[in-house]
């Protein structure tokens, strides 16, 4: 006897515990097989292109902050980086320094909260996310130190950035960088070999290489299918290209590999911060901004540029018409570009998996909606 | 080793080349195209060998009054170069372009998030609506006679 079933159509948020946010996706079910999900948000749109449009260049920087606000040094970066193009500012070298540090410590944490929140979707509810924030908390105290802030830190400005490092801060990030090792194996301990983990991620989510080029995943996503990019290496924006660190690259394109690629990369900038710092106490003391007027107004023209923020490629497109706002500003957000090869690899798929195979992208909604 | 970026000048004579009349203008910094012809551009951008832009970055659009401008930033992942292609469209009432989620399936949310705050319209996107705000919000954000 055939059974006779029926289609499901299931709306997930935009308050599901499980969407990091206001995100929603219509899935329609076959019992437990995802046959269609369609991704809605905007449910954060805060129209920050607009608002930008009628600020100073260095009045945008807090919005920055505001887009992706688990990594807001990135957006800080990425935003500045993209100015001083437009207006070709030379940053000091101090200045570039203490941006690599901040952005990599940046993305440990990224990485470390996203990893947190993935294996929470796992079902492994909160235990070791708390281990995960444990660790986010010391670097948001070092933050403090340099921005005054502990969420939202405006620390970064055009040209360079807004203080030089505080005396306590280089003995603080020592410590932190010494017993980092200790914690990190600690994770890889509990979590690594967990045989729910791998049974749960390995196969599942899968995306391959070409359909990650083909969608413009960036980042972590991307190189988990196996695809070698990763502009702090192929454009070396800032100083990356004085630093020796390995791209991680994965096999499969699976929620596995992402995990895997994450972890890989919280070491490699460690790595770059221990490098960044030797290299930062041969220089001498000095300025940490470049002498830039207190309206700046860049040449008319437009540029884009893009950082390897944690999440992907995160991009500024900005166009200048010779006064003290920007006449076009666009951000090239990479969870929401991300976003768009999610369909492809949950459908087929259950919904069990769907939900951790969201939660292996690494969203983060006011970066997604803007 | 940096990305190159690929001049619009250098870009152009060789677009020309096989699709003569689409390139409009071209410097340093990008390279202007024919709107009717964005497809075929883009078609040849990626499959030819020379160039080989497998990647789409970025699109956006711009309001210039007279005309909108869409922007596409593409990068070829093998041959490490990008180029910035802009496609004009005169006019401001019922602004249309092909789109490109056919030839990058990548251009697909970034399409329609330009339809949403900008109000242009990509013929042949397979799903074009609102991203960022709701159906039956009045008029784009974006644009300059907004507010």
């Not at chain 1, 809605?40 to 260049?57: Q, V």
């Not at chain 1, 100015?83 to 320094?97: D, G, H, I, S, W």
């Not at chain 1, 790595?271 to 002498?291: D, K, T, W």
């Not at chain 2, 109000?119 to 954000?141: C, Q, S, T, V």
Request: glycine letters at 8%; proline letters at 4%; one cysteine or more.
């Amino acid at each position: 006897m055939v059974m006779k079933t029926e289609l499901v159509t299931l709306n997930m948020g935009p308050h599901h515990p499980s969407t990091h946010g206001v995100f929603r996706m219509r899935v329609t079910l076959d019992g437990e097989v995802v046959v269609e999900m369609e991704p809605m948000f905007g449910y954060l749109h805060r129209g920050l292109e607009k608002l930008a449009e009628g600020r100073t260049y260095t009045q945008i920087i807090p919005f920055t902050d505001r887009l992706d606000y688990v990594s807001s040094m990135a957006g800080n970066l990425a935003y500045c980086v993209a100015v001083e193009k437009l207006a070709q500012v030379e940053v000091p070298e101090r200045a570039e320094y203490i941006r690599v540090i901040i952005c990599e410590l940046q993305r440990m944490v990224n990485h470390l909260i996203a990893v947190g929140f993935f294996i929470n979707d796992l079902g492994a509810l909160q235990t070791p996310l708390q281990y995960m924030w444990r660790e986010r908390e010391k670097v948001v105290d070092l933050f403090e130190m340099q921005s005054g802030q502990r969420f939202l830190y405006n620390y970064m400005r055009i040209g360079g950035v807004s203080h030089d490092l505080a005396p306590e801060f280089i003995p603080a990030l020592k410590k932190f960088l010494d017993d980092f090792i200790g914690y990190y194996e600690e994770f890889e301990d509990l979590l690594k070999g967990n045989e729910i983990i791998q049974s749960r991620t390995i196969g599942t989510g899968v995306i391959s290489a070409e359909q990650a080029i083909d969608y413009a995943m960036s980042g972590p996503c991307l190189r988990a299918t196996g695809v070698n990019w990763d502009l702090r290496r192929d454009d070396s924006y800032s100083i990356y290209d004085r630093f020796d660190f390995d791209v991680i690259v994965g096999e499969n394109g699976d929620n596995w590999d992402r995990y895997r690629v994450r972890m890989g990369e919280i070491m490699q900038s460690h790595r770059i911060i221990r490098q960044a710092l030797e290299q930062l106490e041969e220089l001498s003391p000095g300025s940490v901004n470049a002498e830039l007027p207190q309206l700046l107004r860049p040449p008319v023209g437009e540029a884009y540029a893009a950082i390897e923020a944690p999440k992907g490629e995160m991009g500024f497109y900005l166009v200048s018409d010779g006064s003290i706002a920007p006449y076009r500003w666009h951000c090239r957000a990479p969870d929401f570009v991300n976003l768009c090869a999610l369909r492809d690899m949950v459908v087929g798929g259950k919904i069990a998996d769907l939900i951790v195979t969201f939660g292996s992208i690494d969203i983060c909604l006011a970066s997604v909606d803007r | 080793m940096r990305l190159k970026a690929l001049a619009g000048t250098e870009a152009a004579p060789r677009i020309e080349e096989k699709l003569s009349g689409s390139v409009i203008e071209s410097n340093e910094a990008c390279m202007v195209v024919n709107k009717d012809s964005i497809a075929g551009i883009m078609q040849l951008l990626k499959e030819s060998a020379e160039f080989d832009f497998d990647y789409i970055n970025n699109i956006t659009a711009v309001d210039n009054f007279d005309h909108f401008e869409v922007i596409y930033n593409v990068t070829s992942i093998a041959k490490k170069h990008t180029l910035c292609v802009k496609a004009r469209i005169p006019g401001r009432d019922n602004p249309e372009i092909p789109s490109v989620t056919s030839i990058w399936k990548g251009a697909d949310f970034q399409e329609r998030e330009v339809y949403d705050l900008m109000g242009i319209r990509f013929i042949d996107h397979p799903n074009l609506k609102r991203i960022a705000l709701w159906e039956g919000f009045e008029g784009h954000p974006l644009r300059k006679d907004f507010l």
